[in-house]
């Protein structure tokens, strides 16, 4: 299926990518589609923000990443999937015209002690602009085959198209942090995945076989179209976004509504099971903790444990977010 192996990889590799620039019209066109926030639509609007000017969206750094990582480090060849991201930290705004580096450092490799077609290779990325500033970094694995191991069978799937997707009408009352519950959980709603979309993501974003050819992907060990992770996690973002909306809308017509604000990134994301052309996933999210933020006064940091399930009730998404939510008042 690729053309790089796990022995491709030593402990202290360094490799630096290709830079690509960042236009405005890419910041808005994915913040319209996953992150649809003032501060990633339009200047006017961002001046009155947190943020205070035009950003790109954290989630549109990690996957441009992500492009990088398979134009670069991985030579345009496909892995075989990666259980997930350990740390992610967003340190500076990507800004439009901002020309971006991927450096990627290899820290450990390790044989599967369970497949032994494979190996696991953990890393770390940094991404810097070319102000000599890093905007973000990501410590993650990758799974790669071993070179002359005989590959995995495809797994017995079956992919299709969802069935339609209604935009929820229900609202909550949207506390400022300070009043927030602990453990309060909130339904964001269902998100469906189609193979155009599957595509359409990975085409920009995470050109591999799996999640851009349903035939050659059926020969992979994932049998059949699956979506790139980062376009789960931007999908999350989506029905986050969705939710917040209407509750918001809720709250601001019987008082005072609080404002939300960026986040400076997350951990221990994990993609439990592929997500498949035809699956539908269920977002939510858990206030797990909170505190006031000693830098802007006003405004706190929101600790949550966010999850997605398909149709079947299967986990296969989760993740620990962090993001600045109006204390009080």
Known sequence: MSGLHYEDFSPGDVIVGEPTTVSRAEIVA?????????FHLDEAAAKDTFAGRLIGSGWHTAALGMRLLHAGPMRGHSSLGSP????????????P????????????????????????????????????????????????????????????????????VAEPEDAEA??????????ATRDLGAYA???????AFARAYDPQV??????????????????????TAAAYMKRLLA?????????????????????PGFRNMRWLAPVYAGDTLRYRTRLTDKRASASRPGWGLAFAHNTAENQHGTPVFAFDSTVFWQWAP
């Open 97 to 164: 015209g901002d020309r971006l580096t991927l450096t990627l450092r290899v820290t450990e490799c390790r044989a599967s002690a369970s497949k032994p077609d494979r190996g696991f290779v953990t890393c770390t990325v940094s991404l810097d602009n070319d102000r000599a500033e890093t905007v973000m970094t990501q410590a993650f694995t990758i799974m790669l085959a071993k070179r002359g191991s005989e590959p995995a069978a495809p797994r017995p799937v079956e992919t299709g198209e969802p069935a339609p």
């Open 84 to 95: 997930g991201i350990t740390e992610l930290r967003w340190l500076t705004p990507v800004l």
């Open 210 to 231: 799996f999640h851009l050819d349903p035939e050659g992907a059926r020969q992979t060990h994932f049998g059949g179209l699956c979506a790139s992770g980062w376009h």
């Open 243 to 263: 939710t917040r909306a209407r509750d918001h809308a809720y709250t601001a017509a019987r008082g005072a509504a609080p404002m939300l604000g960026p986040s």
């Open 30 to 38: 994915f913040a319209q589609e996953f992150d649809a926030q003032p």
């Open 174 to 183: 949207m506390p400022f942090l300070g009043q927030a519950e602990i453990g």
């Open 193 to 199: 995945f189609d193979a155009e979309s599957i595509n």
